[in-house]
């Protein structure tokens, strides 16, 4: 396989270089477990996944999103739109169950990623 046209680009999230999809977003990547938030966002829009470090106030709206498993409000406030999941259930109630342990695992990594982040200015 020929690898001329591959590119890639430092993914701002866990930064390491990834490679792009044809159409200039990021493949697939992290542990299968806990998926890297940059996957199938551009450069760009993975960057805007690293948030300063949280006010009080916006703590507390990252802890009232995950009780309630609602994204937008953090949509709203951070301009952040959420990934675009490919849901599986079985049912209607197992595809809600899944969406919302999604959004949460989305919202807890954003806060690791901004206090990583403001670790490492810090450091």
Same mark, same amino acid.
């Given at each position: 396989?020929?690898?001329?046209?591959?590119?890639?680009?430092?993914?701002?999230?866990?930064?390491?270089?990834?490679?792009?999809?044809?159409?200039?977003?990021?493949?697939?990547?992290?542990?299968?477990?806990?998926?890297?938030?940059?996957?199938?966002?551009?450069?760009?829009?993975?960057?805007?996944? %690293?948030?300063?470090?949280?006010? *009080? $106030?916006? !703590? /507390?709206?990252?802890?009232?999103?995950? =009780? #309630?498993?609602?994204?937008?409000?953090?949509?709203?406030?951070?301009?952040?739109?959420?990934?675009?999941?490919? %849901?599986?259930?079985?049912?209607? *109630? $197992?595809? !809600? /169950?899944?969406?919302?342990?999604?959004? =949460? #695992?989305?919202?807890?990594?954003?806060?690791?990623?901004?206090?990583?982040?403001?670790?490492?200015?810090?450091?």
């Amino acid at each position: 396989m020929s690898t001329t046209h591959v590119h890639s680009a430092e993914c701002a999230v866990g930064q390491l270089p990834i490679s792009l999809l044809s159409d200039g977003t990021f493949r697939r990547h992290g542990p299968k477990t806990n998926q890297c938030l940059g996957m199938y966002r551009t450069p760009g829009s993975a960057a805007t996944l %690293i948030l300063p470090p949280l006010t *009080d $106030d916006q !703590l /507390a709206l990252m802890r009232e999103c995950d =009780r #309630v498993g609602d994204w937008r409000p953090i949509e709203l406030e951070f301009g952040i739109v959420f990934t675009q999941w490919v %849901i599986r259930g079985s049912t209607p *109630d $197992d595809e !809600l /169950a899944y969406l919302i342990r999604m959004v =949460r #695992v989305a919202i807890t990594s954003l806060v690791d990623i901004s206090k990583a982040h403001a670790d490492r200015r810090v450091a």
